[in-house]
């Protein structure tokens, strides 16, 4: 039995290292590919032959493509979006499962319809409200479209909030505690975990959206997302000369990214542990 079961977690450890491997051979790719010197964007081996910083200069001292200007657009529409969209889906969901009120049934059904129809199926006519109030290829209306379907993104957060045992609302109310203050004190410090998932989520999008940023952005070249910019760099005409930078340019987005996980995953385990119980 011994013997069976140490054949087992053998064959558990070797599938997890071989995903692991699967999983990381294209991240380890493109971080050496950033660092390349030589040939151009398609070459037969994995290693670089020789190792360059020049790829990460080039991003910042070039005139043809302003990535500096495009990693400060993203990062301002991604802080601004994070914000704003963690506070809606945390109201919505809070409201959602703590409050009862006529039509909530209905609504929740309604949400649930709705979100199964992707994004960009309202595209054009967001396109064109935005146009009618004269906000296309500006920023603000970046922010607008990536925070405004936020309140329809908040039912992970609502589950998390319907395990909350309802008896500590309750037990604060008998001591003369308000909604708000139950709201602060109480269900914000156990729903750090959740909170914490929606900051990511939300600041995670500018970064990565492509369609919308590109439709509402058209060709204000200085306005431009990290994600429009580093795809004009692979145009015929130019991917040969700029896929290293390319390379360099998707290791860069990744840092803010993960500055941020690893500042707020400490919260996963205070969510749980802490807050109010004490």
């Known amino acids: 039995m011994k013997n069976k079961r140490r054949?087992?977690?053998?064959?558990?450890?070797?599938t997890l290292i071989i995903l692991s491997i699967i999983w990381l051979f294209p991240i380890v790719w493109v971080v050496l590919t950033s660092f390349r010197a030589e040939g151009t964007a398609y070459v037969n081996y994995f290693i670089p032959k020789t190792f360059t910083l020049d790829n990460y200069i080039k991003l910042f001292t070039n005139n043809s493509f302003p990535f500096g200007r495009w990693f400060m657009n993203t990062f301002v529409v991604a802080t601004f979006?994070?914000?704003?969209?963690?506070?809606?889906?945390?109201?919505?969901?809070?409201?959602?499962?703590?409050?009862?009120?006529?039509?909530?049934?209905?609504?929740?059904?309604?949400?649930?319809?709705?979100?199964?129809?992707?994004?960009?199926?309202?595209?054009?006519?967001?396109?064109?409200?935005l146009k009618a109030l004269g906000l296309t290829q500006t920023l603000t209306a970046l922010v607008l479209v990536y925070s405004a379907g936020a309140a329809?993104?908040?039912?992970?957060?609502?589950?998390?909030?319907?395990?909350?045992?309802?008896?500590?609302?309750?037990?604060?109310?008998?001591?003369?505690?308000?909604?708000?203050?139950?709201?602060?004190?109480?269900?914000?410090?156990?729903?750090?975990?959740?909170?914490?998932?929606?900051?990511?989520?939300?600041?995670?999008?500018?970064?990565?959206?492509?369609?919308?940023?590109?439709?509402?952005?058209?060709?204000a070249t200085s306005k431009y997302t990290v994600a429009i910019g580093l795809f004009s760099?692979?145009?015929?005409?130019?991917?040969?000369?700029?896929?290293?930078?390319?390379?360099a340019g998707s290791v860069l987005i990744a840092i803010p990214i993960t500055l941020l996980f690893i500042f707020m995953q400490k919260y996963y385990v205070e969510g749980i542990t802490g807050g109010s119980v004490k």
């Open 152 to 219: 329809l993104g908040f039912y992970i957060a609502k589950g998390f909030f319907d395990t909350i045992p309802y008896s500590l609302d309750e037990s604060a109310m008998i001591d003369g505690a308000s909604r708000l203050d139950i709201f602060l004190k109480i269900t914000l410090p156990l729903s750090k975990p959740i909170i914490v998932y929606t900051a990511l989520i939300s600041f995670m999008g500018p970064w990565i959206d492509f369609i919308f940023a590109q439709v509402i952005l058209g060709d």
């Open 7 to 14: 054949f087992q977690l053998g064959l558990v450890y070797a």
């Open 81 to 129: 979006t994070c914000i704003i969209s963690t506070l809606i889906t945390v109201a919505m969901a809070y409201a959602l499962s703590r409050i009862k009120f006529k039509h909530r049934n209905g609504f929740l059904k309604l949400a649930l319809i709705l979100n199964m129809f992707p994004g960009f199926m309202s595209m054009i006519a967001v396109y064109y409200i």
């Open 233 to 247: 760099m692979l145009q015929v005409d130019t991917i040969n000369n700029w896929f290293m930078a390319f390379a």
